[in-house]
């Protein structure tokens, strides 16, 4: 499958669906994919119970593909593929792993545009959103592809007597990751955190979500081309419910991204299980304009923390606190630069928003907004939806006036909506952009990023941007990534990314001296010749 979607015609037997309003959308978006380049990627399914379940584009509404559903025993099976895998792929060389992973990073950049294609095709988004995808699993793949011996290699500790004790800190394996991916970035976040865990010799069973199964499903042919053994990296489809628990019930690790709702539940069975996770959930991240920032970059980087995949990405902003002093030039400013954003639908460039997924995702943005409104809050731009541009198109919105008890002061939309708000001074900022229970990511603009960073130490994220939306954290893969209080637990990148999928194995290799009397000393005797040299490790800086 190497055609772009551009270059593909519109199937007879997939007609457009009707609804209430056929919107115009770009020409581009009348295409649908072939019917052999379904069936090649429906294959890689494990899947016997010859049930499928249709997922649609919500750019027109038109059907994707019949995707089949896996079973339980499916489940099983994928477990027992994954662990023969992964035994063999574990005794392969660090450097013979590497290599795949660089080789994936130039497939993915050679083959982008029909990655691109296919993320716009299944989720809406707009197609520079999409190019975020493929730019992060390239740097993810040639990030562990430079790292890997770094992070990996067997580490020398200090023993406990200096030269007769040795210690070796090995990394090994956990065996089979069972990764539960989302429809908001389906390229990326069904790959990129397979990536690290088959690096550390681990094979993997994922299960994307049903509205982007076929994205998932190109991440998973893409890795075999690049070099993967196809059963070390091996895909279920079917609703979490059924196989969620399946899945934790084998897995030795388990990844998940969504809401969460769902991750504690996921936590509270991996702890059944004695087994990790890692958890990025929900989010509620503010953006902090202080007085002193630059309003007009402020500004136009308030649209991209906001509006950028229409809202759908956990670490975007919804509550945005502006000080005093720059107030109304700052909120004049992003006004302005929303109300000129490109609004289309469907797969070009000459755009700056794409539609929501779903029917869901938009009734929760209409409720949100509209709860607002009816409850005093003020539209400073947006406010609807837009029918005649898609099924689930909502205008980027910016709301004022939001109080504690409309439902979009605490609650994740995950839409484009964010709510202005002023203050006074820098620890009022701090403090209500700590407020609600999620600590995901945040932004703060000045000028004196010294003082920034000094106030980023004390937002409760487990990210923070200085000058910046999300991209710069989240594009800096040597740096963690993941959530504090309700937005999650774990981290992927940087060096936790790949160890939360070892094993710390520590081996000691011990000479001459044994830890126990000597030479007829008596037990009496050691304890006090031991003390002598604790006492002595102590004056001699020894750890």
Request: proline residues 5%.
């Amino acid at each position: 499958m190497t055609r772009s979607l551009a270059n593909m015609s519109l199937s007879p037997e997939h007609p457009s669906i009707t609804g209430p309003s056929d919107p115009e959308v770009d020409p581009r978006a009348s295409y649908a994919l072939e019917p052999d380049m379904v069936e090649a990627l429906t294959d890689r399914i494990i899947a016997t119970s010859g049930r499928t379940v249709p997922s649609y584009t919500p750019i027109t509404g038109q059907p994707v593909a019949n995707i089949p559903q896996s079973t339980q025993a499916d489940v099983a099976e994928a477990y027992d593929r994954a662990r023969r895998a992964q035994a063999a792929w574990a005794r392969t060389s660090l450097d013979h792993r590497q290599s795949v992973l660089l080789r994936l990073h130039d497939l993915v950049l050679d083959r982008q545009e029909e990655i691109i294609d296919l993320v716009c095709w299944e989720t809406g988004k707009a197609r520079k959103h999409a190019y975020d995808e493929v730019l992060h699993v390239a740097l993810t793949a040639r990030y562990y592809g430079r790292t890997a011996h770094r992070h990996l290699d067997p580490e020398r500790r200090p023993g406990v007597v200096p030269g007769l004790t040795r210690i070796d800190v090995n990394h090994v394996p956990k065996g089979v990751v069972g990764i539960i991916a989302p429809w908001n970035y389906p390229f990326t976040l069904a790959v990129c955190d397979g990536l690290p865990a088959l690096l550390a010799g681990n094979a993997v069973v994922t299960k994307p979500d049903a509205q982007t199964m076929l994205t998932g499903l190109l991440g998973a042919q893409l890795l075999e081309e690049a070099g993967f053994p196809r059963e070390l990296w091996n895909v279920v489809a079917g609703p979490g419910r059924e196989l969620g628990t399946p899945m934790i019930e084998r897995s030795d690790y388990v990844c998940f991204t969504g809401s969460t709702a769902t991750g504690k539940i996921i936590a509270a069975q991996c702890a059944e299980q004695l087994i990790g996770c890692s958890l990025e959930l929900g989010g509620k991240n503010p953006v902090l304009v202080l007085r002193d920032a630059d309003v007009d970059r402020a500004a136009e980087g308030a649209v991209r923390a906001s509006f950028s995949n229409s809202g759908q990405l956990c670490v975007s902003t919804e509550r945005l606190f502006v000080a005093d002093q720059v107030y109304d030039r700052f909120v004049e400013r992003f006004v302005a630069r929303t109300e000129a954003m490109r609004l289309r639908n469907g797969l070009g460039w000459d755009n700056d928003m794409g539609t929501l997924i779903s029917q869901d995702q938009l009734d929760t943005v209409t409720a949100h907004v509209e709860d607002a409104v009816d409850k005093g809050a003020r539209v400073l731009a947006g406010g609807r939806a837009r029918p005649d541009l898609g099924r689930f198109y909502y205008e980027p919105t910016i709301l004022e006036g939001v109080t504690p008890d409309m439902t979009c002061f605490g609650e994740e939309t995950f839409g484009p909506v964010i709510s202005v708000y002023r203050f006074h001074d820098e620890a009022d900022a701090v403090s209500r952009a700590n407020e609600g229970e999620y600590g995901l990511n945040a932004s703060i603009y000045s000028r004196d990023t010294a003082r920034a960073r000094q106030l980023a130490s004390q937002i409760k994220c487990g990210t923070v941007n200085v000058n910046e939306a999300f991209a710069a954290t989240f594009a800096s893969i040597d740096s963690p990534m993941g959530g504090m209080r309700q937005s999650g637990m774990g981290r992927r990148q940087g060096a936790e990314g790949v160890h939360r999928y070892t094993e710390s194995q520590s081996v000691a290799t011990q000479r001459l001296l044994r830890f126990a009397p000597v030479l007829g000393m008596s037990d009496e005797m050691y304890a006090k010749v031991m003390t002598a040299n604790l006492r002595l490790m102590k004056k001699l800086g020894r750890a």
